[in-house]
């Protein structure tokens, strides 16, 4: 009697255990008719595979299961959701029925684990889901781009269709639970140009692999063509050590309201769990899909700094081909000159239509800055010296011994170089006008790009890995004084950002390239505004440019863009302009 007394406590007690944190109203919700499933309805076709491929992720192998509705037809591409986890939510069963009832298209469901490293014995020695699911870098929408996707694209069902899936971010939705969801919202964030719509359960927007930056993210970013729903219940608390669950989607759709984002909600009771996610999904994909093929519009942000530095334009492409080698300048005549993978100089017009001829040619140019009367200063790593070249064609080497990365003049003809060492340290020289040289700052950590204040008071030089850019008050000679730190910028890698060009308006904002995107900071070093750049490309060079200064300019590793600015951009060529002091706030 005693000991089964003492099991039935324990028996208790393990119930209890097991469904502490559950969310129980939710357990009550009405049952959605897409949830269960009908005799009347088609089912789809499940696939599964195993992907043990991965050079993103090396070692990791991972089941995946592809649904495919009774409705496709491989004569036209279906539309996509990816789900972290593998199967949840009775996806299957709410797709067969909401797509048959024609509450959302017809889609291919790609539901993913996350990978593990076993060892010969079949046991995991590694987990990789925190690295893959909660980091806020693009590797793992890289992953799915690039390396799962397309082996999803190479199945074929039972009757021996080929499995043809659309591209078009309109038709692409992405969701996950708990570190998956902040997964699929990283993915869509990321890559915009991928996926336009998210589903986010009891997601992990706290400090456990950065999750927590992104309300701030959100706020200062210029509004992506994104749709979100976020689901989560006030007793989520999985790990208290990392925050409060609940709190961080609380101030994610805080976030996403302000940034005017399309944002639905559904808030429970419940705890770590997917029982009121699961009794909602129906919902959530009625939601996300409401529309289709209507798409997505881009809101207007509430923050003031893009409200005043943006137009209603976006970035456009050129056309050009050409394999951008990421350096950029502009010139006094409106034009911009860049460099190519082969070394060659060239001149593009303000619209980006035209490339003059060959400017010049030298190899391992690093770095390249206009002058005042339209001539192009070079700096050469492979011959360590700095050239310029004159609109006649002609050139001449000015200095050897240089080791430079960063380099601007002055309207006055002075040119200042960031000169990196092999110790991760470095330097800023200055070559005077008439060409003395001299050493105006030292013990900067990876010095790399560098720019002047409008008003020509500071120097700004960014230290690449740092997240950080120095500023030191420039003397009337050109040497540089109180030296600090200045702008602190966003990294969401956690392994320094690196600062690739900078440039300054005539309102005494500070444009850096990063890996996130345009920084903006204002005039006291804080970042105020995040401008991304299309497909996820990543900054090499940046610059204000065009007659009337009010166009951005950018080149990447792949594209070069441009964008109408309503502000102005300050060359360091160019004359001063004293931008309104905002004070000290």
């Given at each position: 009697?005693m000991k ?10 393990c ?16 049952e959605?008719?897409?949830?269960i ?5 088609p089912?789809?076709e499940?696939?599964?595979?195993q ?11 991972r089941?995946?299961w592809?649904?495919?509705p009774t ?5 036209k591409?279906?539309?996509l959701?990816v789900?972290?986890d593998?199967l949840q939510?009775?996806?299957?069963k709410?797709f067969?029925?909401?797509i048959?009832k024609g509450?959302?298209?017809?889609t291919i469901?790609v ?5 593990e ?7 995991v020695?590694?987990?990789?889901r ?15 781009l ?5 082996e999803v ?11 043809r899936?659309?591209d ?10 708990s570190s998956?969801?902040?997964c699929a919202?990283?993915?869509a964030?990321?890559r915009?140009?991928a996926?336009?719509?998210v589903f986010?359960?009891?997601g ?7 999750g927590d930056?992104y309300?701030?993210l959100i ?13 989560d219940g006030?007793n989520?608390?999985w ?12 101030t994610?759709?805080a976030a ?6 399309e944002?639905?909600?559904r808030w ?9 996610a699961?009794a909602?999904?129906p919902d959530?994909m ?5 529309g ?5 519009e881009?809101g207007i942000?509430?923050n003031?700094?893009l ?13 050009l ?5 990421g ?11 860049l460099?190519?993978a082969?070394g060659?100089?060239?001149k ?6 035209e490339?003059?001829?060959v ?6 140019i690093?770095a390249?800055?206009a002058?005042p009367?339209?001539?192009?200063y070079l700096?050469?790593s492979?011959?360590q010296?700095l050239?310029?070249?004159y609109?006649?064609?002609k050139?001449?080497r000015l ?5 430079g990365?960063?380099?601007m003049?002055?309207?006055q003809k002075?040119?200042?170089?960031t000169s ?5 340290n470095?330097k800023?020289l200055?070559?005077?006008?008439e ?6 700052a030292t ?7 560098i ?8 120097l700004?030089i960014?230290?690449?890995q740092r997240?950080?850019v120095?500023?030191g008050i420039v ?12 702008c ?5 890698g956690h ?12 309102q ?5 390239g ?8 204002d005039?006291?070093g804080?970042?105020r505004?995040?401008?991304p750049?299309?497909k ?5 060079g940046l610059c ?6 009010d166009?951005?300019?950018v ?7 441009r964008?109408?600015?309503?502000i102005r951009?300050?060359p ?9 002091s905002?004070?000290?706030g």
């Amino acid at each position: 009697m005693m000991k089964y007394l003492v099991f039935t406590v324990y028996f208790v007690f393990c119930l209890k255990t097991i469904t502490f944190g559950q969310d129980v109203p939710a357990a009550r919700y009405p049952e959605d008719p897409a949830s269960i499933a009908h005799a009347a309805i088609p089912k789809g076709e499940m696939l599964e595979f195993q992907y043990r491929a991965s050079k993103i992720y090396p070692g990791t192998q991972r089941t995946c299961w592809v649904y495919v509705p009774t409705q496709y037809h491989a004569d036209k591409p279906a539309c996509l959701y990816v789900n972290m986890d593998g199967l949840q939510f009775n996806a299957d069963k709410v797709f067969d029925y909401l797509i048959e009832k024609g509450e959302m298209p017809v889609t291919i469901g790609v539901f993913v684990q996350a990978g593990e490293v076993l060892d010969n014995s079949g046991n995991v020695i590694r987990y990789n889901r925190s690295n893959e699911f909660d980091n806020l870098d693009d590797d793992f929408v890289t992953f799915l781009l690039d390396e799962l996707l397309p082996e999803v694209k190479k199945l074929k069902t039972a009757e021996g269709m080929p499995i043809r899936i659309s591209d078009d971010p309109n038709d692409c939705a992405i969701g996950g639970a708990s570190s998956g969801a902040i997964c699929a919202f990283t993915a869509a964030w990321q890559r915009p140009d991928a996926f336009s719509r998210v589903f986010s359960a009891i997601g992990t927007y706290v400090a456990m692999r950065g999750g927590d930056q992104y309300p701030a993210l959100i706020r200062k970013t210029a509004p992506k063509p994104l749709r979100i729903f976020l689901q989560d219940g006030s007793n989520d608390a999985w790990n208290p050590l990392f925050g409060s669950w609940f709190t961080g989607n609380l101030t994610m759709e805080a976030a996403l309201s302000f940034a005017n984002y399309e944002v639905e909600h559904r808030w429970g009771t419940g705890g770590h769990d997917g029982v009121q996610a699961t009794a909602i999904f129906p919902d959530a994909m009625r939601w996300l899909w409401k529309g289709w093929p209507k798409r997505i519009e881009v809101g207007i942000s509430n923050n003031d700094m893009l409200q005043a530095i943006l137009t209603a334009d976006d970035w456009k492409a050129t056309s050009l081909d050409f394999l951008p080698s990421g350096l950029l300048t502009s010139m006094p005549d409106g034009s911009i000159a860049l460099t190519d993978a082969k070394g060659f100089v060239h001149k593009v017009d303000e619209q980006l239509t035209e490339m003059s001829e060959v400017i010049a040619k030298q190899a391992g140019i690093q770095a390249l800055s206009a002058g005042p009367d339209g001539e192009i200063y070079l700096l050469d790593s492979a011959h360590q010296s700095l050239s310029v070249c004159y609109q006649d064609g002609k050139s001449r080497r000015l200095k050897k011994g240089i080791n430079g990365k960063g380099l601007m003049v002055t309207e006055q003809k002075a040119i200042y170089i960031t000169s990196p060492d092999k110790e991760g340290n470095g330097k800023v020289l200055l070559i005077k006008p008439e060409g003395e040289m001299l050493t105006v700052a030292t013990n900067i950590p990876n010095p790399s790009g560098i720019t002047m204040s409008a008003d020509r008071t500071m120097l700004l030089i960014g230290a690449d890995q740092r997240s950080t850019v120095y500023n030191g008050i420039v003397n009337e000679d050109g040497t540089l004084i109180d030296q600090q730190k200045w702008c602190w910028l966003h990294d969401v890698g956690h392994i320094g950002t690196t600062i690739h060009d900078m440039a300054v308006d005539d309102q005494g904002n500070v444009y850096i390239g990063s890996d996130i995107g345009i920084q903006v900071c204002d005039q006291n070093g804080r970042v105020r505004a995040i401008l991304p750049v299309p497909k996820g490309d990543k900054i090499k060079g940046l610059c204000f440019g065009g007659k009337d200064k009010d166009t951005l300019f950018v080149l990447t590793n792949r594209k070069l863009y441009r964008r109408k600015m309503k502000i102005r951009g300050v060359p360091t060529w160019s004359g001063m302009v004293k931008p309104k002091s905002i004070g000290a706030g």
